[in-house]
């Protein structure tokens, strides 16, 4: 299933990502290179065991050329700033455009969970929010990719046969027909076509 970006489609306004297992290579070659013009806010949830210190923040800081960050309670979403969610707590986006941090028990057996990252993220940006889900060994995304879809957002996934671990994008897709299921260097194009739509 590959389709152009659909030219009806509304500008995004954000864009929200989920991975699990093999999720940060699979995240290193997707942002790899973004330009330092790059003026999407982006938030991640990326499965970490909860007693880590996450050192994503410091790791793609020094990798990409904007702006990157661990999300903080009550911090608004910057634009061209990539925001990772901090271990051991639910990440959600609240209707004023800000991070909002909760200590509720785990989702699917994962804290932070992508899938309240993505519902919360539907609710406050509706239609003009992409959601992208890449490989991972569980169900989380799946339901949040769907709450997307239903609130006109652009839902993408990385195509199974290449994800390190397929279960994750087997389970969006099963869920609803994402609008997009590609391999990662597509997925990448995609989300540079989005920037520019975005710039326009």
């Known amino acids: 299933m590959k389709r152009r970006l659909r030219s009806t489609h509304k500008r995004v306004e954000a864009v929200v990502l989920g991975a699990s297992a093999g999720g940060i290579d699979a995240l290193t070659t997707l942002l790899h290179d973004l330009p330092a013009s790059w003026h999407l806010p982006m938030a991640v949830v990326l499965h970490l065991p909860e007693t880590h210190d996450s050192h994503l923040a410091e790791i793609f800081g020094q990798r990409l050329p904007i702006a990157v960050h661990e999300a ?19 990440l959600s986006i609240e209707r004023e455009r800000v ?23 539907a609710d406050a940006y509706g239609p003009a929010l992409a959601g ?29 046969t290449e994800a390190q671990i397929p279960t994750m994008p087997q389970a969006a897709i099963a869920r609803h027909a994402p609008d997009y299921v590609l391999p990662l260097g597509e997925l990448r194009a995609l989300l540079l076509q989005l920037e520019a739509v975005h710039e326009h």
Do not use: W
């Open 72 to 90: 903080a309670d009550k911090m608004p979403l910057a634009s061209g700033c990539l925001y990772f969610a901090p271990p051991g707590y639910h």
């Open 99 to 121: 991070f909002s941090l909760s200590c509720e028990p785990p989702v699917l057996f994962s804290r932070p969970s992508i899938d309240v990252l993505m519902t919360s993220a």
């Open 132 to 160: 992208f889900l890449l490989t991972g060994a569980n169900y989380d995304g799946a339901e949040g990719l769907h709450r997307i879809h239903l609130a006109g957002g652009l839902t993408a996934v990385q195509e199974p």
